[in-house]
């Protein structure tokens, strides 16, 4: 077996991956280092650019595209998210906060370096979440993010079982980072 050198973690919209994330980096020994994703999409307040994302025009996007740097590139809610395409590091896990396509082409480009987890939550906990951080979105388009999760939510034991190597209630967030921590730590040991 091949020693981890991508974390991906992954789940839907909402469910508290980059929390956890972010956590999880203060929490663990081991040598993890965070991958953000390029998108389109507007920055939050509380983000920070090259932190949480690399936030960027739809120009320089397909520029970066064109060009063969991103791994992956998918729509999700009218915006574009694409991972860099960056080799394993023999000196850190790269940590990367994915959708559920991001994960898949992930494991598909790396298979067996990459450790995927995938944080679930009920719908009724995503949507507050939601409803929470996005107070500024129009209700069209929450109902429109809503529709996304509940299809995402429906569709990971069936699609998910190919990528997702496990599977964490992110119930409360101290016990979820905690969980991801073990596994983390048991599989880079292994």
């Not at 050198?5 to 789940?11: A, K, P, V």
């Not at 469910?15 to 663990?28: A, W």
């Not at 994915?98 to 990459?114: D, E, F, I, T």
């Not at 209630?169 to 040991?189: G, M, R």
Request: with cysteine; net charge positive; charged share 25%.
């Amino acid at each position: 077996m091949q020693p981890i050198r991508f974390l991906c973690i992954t789940g839907p919209s909402g469910v508290g991956k980059s929390t956890v994330t972010h956590s999880l980096m203060r929490l663990t020994r081991l040598p993890i280092k965070r991958c953000p994703t390029y998108t389109t999409r507007p920055k939050r307040p509380h983000e920070v650019q090259g932190v949480d994302y690399h936030f960027v025009s739809q120009a320089e996007f397909s520029e970066l595209a064109k060009k063969g740097l991103l791994l992956e590139v998918d729509e999700y809610d009218q915006y574009f998210y694409g991972i860099p395409f960056i080799e394993p590091r023999p000196d850190c896990i790269i940590t990367h906060v994915v959708n559920l396509n991001g994960a898949k082409n992930l494991k598909r480009c790396w298979s067996q370096m990459v450790l995927s987890i995938c944080l679930l939550s009920s719908f009724e906990d995503i949507k507050s979440r939601l409803e929470a951080r996005e107070k500024t979105i129009d209700k069209n388009r929450l109902s429109s993010r809503l529709q996304i999760v509940r299809n995402e939510l429906e569709s990971l034991m069936t699609i998910g079982k190919f990528f997702i190597d496990f599977y964490v209630e992110n119930n409360e967030l101290s016990k979820t980072v905690e969980k991801v921590n073990q596994i983390l730590s048991l599989c880079a040991l292994s």
